[in-house]
């Protein structure tokens, strides 16, 4: 069965660092995500991502987060400067249609920032 | 944002019994509701959906129940199975944004 992968599985960096998180979506999806998980609360929405540009951002997903599709495959998440606060396990998840179907999330990639 | 809550941390059921999960939603405008399944170290696993023109959906040993006017849905398992012991999130979205809300999670443990 198709898959969302994710890496690395694990990063660690140092406050105020840039990080990038890489997913492979499922093939033929067209409708991306990022979602987080900070340790002991809700999963979070952060941005979906359809037709090369943001669909829609929650008030998380401020100046220091972008996402990119930088060919046919991948899917990144970038932290420009990067807070203890943004400690998290981040989500990639990708839907084949809006609107009624449902999200395939990756394993995730737990962000420490020290 | 408490706009989803599941207020069970957590549940224990016998093996073979059934598990009911619960969920309740506060935006009425809400009218998509899927529930996932999460094992530490993984991702959240998609188990089953039900729009708000259906009141139960089933798939196996799943079944979906939504009360609109109560706000709720719950999850039933029957039988619950050891392998059941996860914790399961609900989720809840307008259609057409995909933006989904998510509860806090219930942390089922079905004992052999």
């Known amino acids: 069965e198709p898959e969302v992968t994710q890496t690395p599985s694990h990063q660690v960096t140092q406050m105020g660092q840039e990080v990038i998180l890489r997913c492979v979506p499922i093939?033929?999806?067209?409708?991306f995500y990022w979602y987080r998980q900070i340790l002991g609360q809700k999963v979070e929405f952060l941005v979906s991502f359809y037709n090369n540009e943001i669909s829609e951002k929650s008030e998380i997903f401020d100046d220091q987060f972008s996402v990119e599709r930088p060919d046919g495959s991948n899917f990144t998440l970038k932290i420009r400067s990067t807070k203890l606060e943004d400690s998290a396990m981040y989500f990639c998840a990708s839907s084949s249609r809006t609107g009624g179907s449902p999200l395939h999330f990756g394993n995730g990639t737990r962000l420490t920032v020290t | 944002d408490q706009q989803v809550k599941q207020n069970s941390p957590s549940l224990s059921v016998q093996e073979g019994r059934i598990s009911i999960l619960n969920c309740d939603y506060t935006n009425s405008m809400f009218d998509y509701f899927l529930w996932y399944k999460k094992y530490p170290a993984e991702g959240p696993t998609f188990l089953i959906s039900i729009s708000s023109i259906k009141d139960k959906n089933e798939d196996g040993r799943f079944t979906v129940f939504l009360n609109k006017s109560a706000k709720h849905l719950s999850l039933h398992i029957v039988p619950s199975q050891p392998g059941d012991s996860a914790v399961y999130f609900c989720?809840?979205?307008?259609?057409?944004?995909?933006?989904?809300?998510f509860g806090s999670g219930t942390k089922l443990n079905v004992k052999p």
């Open positions: 989720a809840a979205s307008e259609n057409n944004f995909n933006k989904f809300y």
């Open positions: 093939s033929n999806h067209l409708y």
